[in-house]
C-alpha cells in the first residue's frame, strides 16, 4: 500500500511537480487528467482509485527511489469485542515505535487490548515480510481505533426500580494497524 505521508515528503524533498509524476502513471493505462486526479488523492491519504501494486511501482520509479521506501502495510481488526476507549490507551503506548519494540511493550502491557493488538500488529508485519521489506528497519507509522457501535447479540436489560429497565450497551471497535519501514 502506498503511504501518502512518504509520497509527499519525498515528492517535496526531491522538488518533483505532480506533473512529471502523473506522467509516470500514464503509461501505466492512466490518461493524464486521472492519473493527476489519483496522485492527489494518494496524497491526501484518499485511495480511491485504488493504488495497484504496478502503480506504486510506477511511483518509486519516478521519484528515484526503492518500492519500499513508500510504502506501508496494513493490517485491521474489524468487530473487536471491547471498548474503543480502552483499545485506544494501550495504541497510544505504540504509536510511532519500532514494530519490535512495540511487540516487547504490548507483551508486558497490562491490559486485555493489548493480545488483541499483538496479533494484528504481527499480520501487519507479516505482510511487510511477505513484500520483501526489512523487518527490522519497521516501525508503527499509525496506530488507529474507530468505533464500530454496539456489539451484536448483546442487546439486553437490567431491571431497575419501579419496572423501568436501562440496557446494557457493549461496544466494539475497528483496530487499524499500519507498519512502514524507516
Known amino acids: 500500500m502506498l503511504s501518502s505521508v ?8 526531491r522538488s518533483i511537480s505532480i506533473n512529471q509524476l502523473a506522467g509516470h502513471l500514464v503509461h501505466g493505462g492512466f490518461d493524464l487528467k486521472d492519473a493527476l486526479g489519483a496522485l492527489k488523492n494518494w496524497e491526501k491519504g484518499l485511495y480511491k482509485p485504488e493504488p495497484t ?3 506504486v511501482n510506477r511511483i518509486a ?5 526503492e518500492t519500499a521506501e513508500i510504502s506501508q502495510w496494513r493490517s485491521s ?9 480502552k ?23 497490562n491490559k486485555r487490548a493489548a493480545s488483541l493488538i499483538i496479533k494484528v500488529l504481527e499480520c501487519a508485519i507479516a505482510n511487510a515480510d511477505e513484500k520483501q521489506a ?12 474507530d468505533g464500530a457501535g454496539r456489539r451484536i447479540g448483546t442487546k439486553s436489560w437490567i431491571a431497575k426500580d419501579r419496572g423501568r429497565a436501562h440496557p446494557i450497551k457493549k461496544q ?3 483496530i487499524h494497524i499500519a507498519v512502514a519501514e524507516e
Open 6 to 13: 512518504k509520497l509527499k515528503e519525498i515528492r517535496s524533498e
Open 53 to 55: 501494486t504496478e502503480d
Open 61 to 65: 520509479n519516478g521519484l528515484g527511489v
Open 77 to 85: 481488526y474489524r468487530y473487536a469485542p471491547m471498548s474503543p476507549t
Open 87 to 109: 483499545v485506544r490507551q494501550v495504541t497510544k503506548l505504540i504509536a510511532g515505535r519500532s514494530a519490535q519494540d512495540a511487540l516487547d511493550l504490548l507483551k508486558f502491557a
Open 134 to 145: 526489512d523487518v527490522e528497519r519497521l516501525y508503527v507509522s499509525e496506530a488507529r481505533v
Open 172 to 174: 466494539a471497535c475497528h
